[in-house]
């Protein structure tokens, strides 16, 4: 059975391009092999210094997914901060990683560009993402597109340590890029972006996700004449949700004219409430029971620690790297807050 794994950032709300571009496949592929998805909290902290809002962020990634349909029977769903191992990797890794390699990495280079001065940690964010990836021996990485770089990195690296050691330690993993979906257009139609703040939330609900249907821009072509619907930043969110009739529906609707923008909104007002109606039911139901969720990254962290060891203590043999006691033996944390 194949390895299947991905990590979500923990940086802001969900939104829709996340949804579609992202979660949605990764709820489907639990069913296609040996799931591992985890909450990338160390890779938050090299944007965000605010602990109160890592914690929440990180919980409400943790609800939105549980809720979305990521089921604990089928995949191990964890906190990557619950693997210590994976710091320890990327330090093992680094050692192997040229830094000419790391000046190439397209989000620290971007940072460089804009004249700011950014922290090891984002330098060396792909690094951590390589070693997420190896101590699981994934075989397949389903992620955006944006994310082939840092791919090619955690490949590179483990061929790396392979060669060194003239045994393959490392899995090098295959990407699973997920490109079946267009880019999806926020409410300004620039690409969907927490960093654009033009995002609907996965979560909005009553008057704040209409509000933000309502302000979905549009061109200002007058209500009785007919529209071009390809053009459409209202039609391109509509396509997502509709079945093939109702977007031939729509789409008459705009060619034929006296169909406004405002009737197409409505009708994407009311597919999303739809669509996600169950969901936002059983997110408010695992809020009341924090408990429960607290169990399930719980025992993810354990599998996912034990899975840790399969490939560490080969590579700490390889290494040289000598450890007197067990990772695996651990004792419940009484710092895990839950709230
Ligand atoms: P943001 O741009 O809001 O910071 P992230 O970079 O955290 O979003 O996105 C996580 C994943 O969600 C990405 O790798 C990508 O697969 C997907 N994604 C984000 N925005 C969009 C979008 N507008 N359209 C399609 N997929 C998206
Ligand atoms: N960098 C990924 C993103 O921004 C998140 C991530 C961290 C990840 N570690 C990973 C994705 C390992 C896949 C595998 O979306």
Known sequence: MKTILSGITPSGKLHLGNYFGAIRQHIQMQEKGDAFYFIANYHSLTSINDGEQIRSNTY????DY???????EKCTFFLQSDVPQVVELTWILGTFTPVSKMEKGVAYKEKVDKGLSPNIGLFTYPILQA???LIYNSDLVPVGAD??????????IAGTINHQYGEEVLKQPEPHIVESVAVVPGIDGQKMSKSYGNTINIFDEGKTLKKKVMSIETDSTPLDEPKDPESCNVFALIKLFADEEKKKEIAENYRAGGYGYGHAKKELL????????EARERRKKLAENMAYVHEVLAEGGRKARK??????KPLRRLTGIEQT???VDDIPSDEFTGA
Do not use: S, W
């Open 307 to 312: 899975r840790a060891e399969d490939v560490m």
């Open 66 to 72: 549980l809720a979305l349909g990521l089921d604990p």
């Open 325 to 327: 006691f067990n990772v």
């Open 60 to 63: 409400d990634i943790a609800l």
């Open 131 to 133: 070693a997420d990836i």
């Open 147 to 156: 994310q082939k770089q840092n791919l090619e990195i955690c490949r590179d």
């Open 270 to 277: 009311g597919m999303i409430e739809d669509y996600f109606a």
